[in-house]
């Protein structure tokens, strides 16, 4: 290659060839660069690169210089240690839900950039697997910049049809004009190939339900796929945000939707016994004086709720196991529940523990290295763990007796509910049978205040025989009095000890005391 080595560069390997020009791997000073060799770019092609690497984003890799050479232009980046999306998909065949949501997410922080540059959002137009490094740290970067365009709103068409068939938005390839949805068309097919190991190259050319490749993905993933590649521009999703805000949100969409068809049924029932019954209308301010909502409620009669679960390690069946509609953690991963909870929301376990079972459920938060836990055991006792593996701490504050009635463990169903105060200075447990109630609360300390707690439930032994099934989950805002009354029988046989209880101010309940136990 002449042109660079005018240039300085050395050590010119040919890599590829491909339908836009050739690509190089090339050196200058002991440092490794890309080179790719294209047809002339006219003067708005280099403006796009000259803007989109003004950004100085960590999505794109940075380019060195761009050089015209006769009737070519060559275009020099950094060199980027890594793999392409193809290459690990082909080696992994396809990615767990919550390793691929982390991926496209970062896809869609890199696209959201182009979106949003101005005076024109630029539509990078060609987003494909190959298109994508994966770096040895799980980073994304895009590369390859030769098709995107300029949207202007002025425009009817563009000027140049280009992208590749099975990933690019019809629109592009018939030369029609391209905007966001059509980048948001591509970011459904390879989120749909990252979920499934198959791209519409492949027969049966076509998108199939992603849950014929892997069980644990929620269904209604097909519905956020099939919307994001609709045919028709219009009836896409409008935005990048709208996309990830939906693939985020569509559980809880979905069950709050339900709660509000729920609600207005209750409400008419109400009204038909006022009407009914003038006396019934003094009853309703006392009914309705605390709200309460549930936001999302795992049953797991349904394997889509196993898409809650968070996969950290990429095989989440390590974490553990899924039989008869219950999960039970294994003593390899436990495992947490993708869904943040902060003051004044709470999350109820439904478990049953085998007795002398070593494990918990727990309400557990994360800051760097450093995890702290509110833990209830088998035994129904409380505790509060603080973990920092890296500077080799670990506190807790022992078992904590609740007060109230105790709760035999003989291998019954338990209900387990802890629940975070609406100012984030106290944490507040409860654990009950049909009959009795066990509690307890105490401040958080003042670092822990305002963070975000994950459910989460392990298992601390090796023999099989032993479990923790979990029959459901939910996770609910706002009294956590009337959330008692309305989801646990014990509470109306203890109603006053309880709202006593929670008419404490919260500065006079007990502080924390971490101590090391080794």
């Known amino acids: 290659m002449k042109g660079l080595e005018q240039r300085g560069y050395s050590q010119i390997v040919h890599l590829t060839t491909g339908g836009e020009g050739n690509v190089y791997t090339c050196e200058k000073e002991g440092e490794k660069y890309i080179a790719k060799v294209i047809a002339m770019l006219d003067p708005e092609q280099l403006n796009i690169l000259k803007s989109i690497n003004a950004l100085r984003s960590e999505y794109f890799p940075k380019i060195i210089e761009i050089l015209n050479n006769e009737d070519q232009t060559i275009i020099i980046r950094k060199y980027i240690e890594g793999a392409t999306l193809a290459d690990e998909i082909k080696k992994n065949n396809f990615y767990s839900f919550q390793r691929a949501k982390e991926m ?87 989120f749909y190939e990252m979920l499934s190991g198959k791209s519409l190259q492949d027969p049966p050319y076509q998108i199939r ?110 974490m553990f196991a899924y039989r008869d509609g219950y999960v039970s953690p294994k003593s390899a991963g436990g495992l947490m529940f993708n869904y943040a909870l902060r003051g004044g929301m709470l999350v109820h376990y439904r478990v049953q523990f085998k007795p002398n079972t070593c494990g918990c459920v727990a309400l557990s938060s994360m800051e760097g290295n450093e995890i702290y836990s509110y833990r209830i055991s088998p035994d129904s006792n409380f505790l509060a763990v603080f973990d920092d593996p890296t500077q080799g701490k670990c506190l807790e504050t022992g ?70 099934n979990i029959d459901s989950v939910s996770f609910a805002e706002g009294s956590v009095k009337q959330y008692l009354a309305e989801n646990t029988a014990a509470y109306h046989h203890h109603n006053q000890r309880i709202d006593e209880f929670l008419s404490i101010e919260t500065s006079s309940l007990p502080e924390m005391v971490l101590v090391s136990l080794d």
Do not use: W
Request: proline share 4%; glycine share 2%.
């Open 104 to 190: 496209i997410f970062e896809v869609c922080n890199a696209l959201r950039a182009l979106h949003t540059m101005k005076p024109n959002p630029v539509i990078y137009r060609d987003l494909k697997p190959e298109n994508i490094i994966i770096t040895p740290n799980g980073k994304v970067k895009l590369i390859d910049f030769g098709i995107a365009r300029y949207y202007k709103q002025e425009s009817v068409r563009d000027t140049v049809l280009a992208g590749t068939k099975g990933y690019t938005a019809p629109e592009v390839m018939t030369g029609m004009q391209s905007d966001v949805r059509s980048d948001i068309y591509s970011i459904g097919l390879v």
């Open 209 to 318: 339900p992603v849950t014929e490749n892997n069980e644990f993905i929620p269904a209604y993933v097909d519905e956020i796929i099939a919307k994001a590649t609709d045919i028709n521009q219009m009836n896409r999703y409008e935005s990048i945000d709208e996309f990830v805000y939906e693939l985020e949100n569509i559980k809880e969409i979905k069950a709050k939707q339900k709660n509000k068809k729920r609600r207005r049924r209750l409400f008419v029932a109400l009204a038909i016994v006022v009407a009914l019954a003038v006396a019934a209308v003094l009853t309703i301010p006392m009914l309705t004086a605390e709200r309460v909502e549930i936001l999302l409620k795992l049953e797991f009669d349904n394997e889509d709720d196993l898409g809650y679960v968070i996969d950290y390690e990429h095989n989440i069946e390590t």
């Open 399 to 468: 078992d904590q007796k609740l007060q109230g009635l105790p709760i035999a463990n003989n291998n019954q169903f338990i209900d387990v509910i802890l629940y975070i105060s609406e100012q984030d200075d106290a944490v507040y447990a409860f654990v009950c049978d049909e009959d009795a109630i066990a509690y307890t609360a105490y401040q958080i300390p003042e670092k822990f205040r305002a963070n975000e707690y994950y459910a989460e439930s392990a298992a601390f032994f090796e023999n099989e025989d032993d479990y923790i």
